[in-house]
Nanobody
Framework: EVQLQASGGGLVQPGGSLRLSCAAS????????ITWFRQAPGKEREGASS????????????IYADAVKDRFTIYREDATNTVYLQMNRLKPEDTAVYYC??????????????????WGQGTQVTVSS
């Protein structure tokens, strides 16, 4: 059975850090593009960061939305079949439910949700003092 399990969310003060995990079962994360999306209260879901598969010319390239660039780092751990999102210098505007999603083919338009085949259930991140 194909499954994505997102975890690691919580309450953190501004300037703090969290690490989100996206654990996959039923497929290899290295063979898929894995993307973290987030949805803030009252807003549409948006892409935050993506890591491409090891196949083709993309070879695991990481992509970041402007809002998280230089603060978030996405990386893959093949031994545990998990993709992580390390979030540093968190801001109140990072508050959202974070979802991970997997695409069997590296998506030409990385933030287009229709290109993703599997979704995790979401984990809440709250940045507040």
């Amino acid at each position: 059975e194909v499954q994505l399990q997102a975890s690691g969310g919580g309450l953190v003060q501004p300037g703090g850090s969290l690490r989100l995990s996206c654990a996959a079962s039923g497929f290899k994360v290295s063979d898929h593009a894995i993307t973290w999306f987030r949805q803030a209260p009252g807003k549409e879901r948006e892409g935050a960061s993506s890591i491409y598969s090891v196949h083709g010319g993309t070879n695991g390239r990481a992509i970041y939305a402007d809002a998280v660039k230089d603060r978030f780092t996405i990386y893959r751990e093949d031994a545990t079949n998990t993709v992580y999102l390390q979030m540093n210098r968190l801001k109140p505007e990072d508050t959202a439910v974070y979802y991970c999603a997997a695409a069997q083919r590296d998506p030409p338009l990385v933030w287009r949700e229709s290109q993703y085949d599997y979704w995790g259930q979401g984990t809440q991140v709250t940045v507040s003092s």
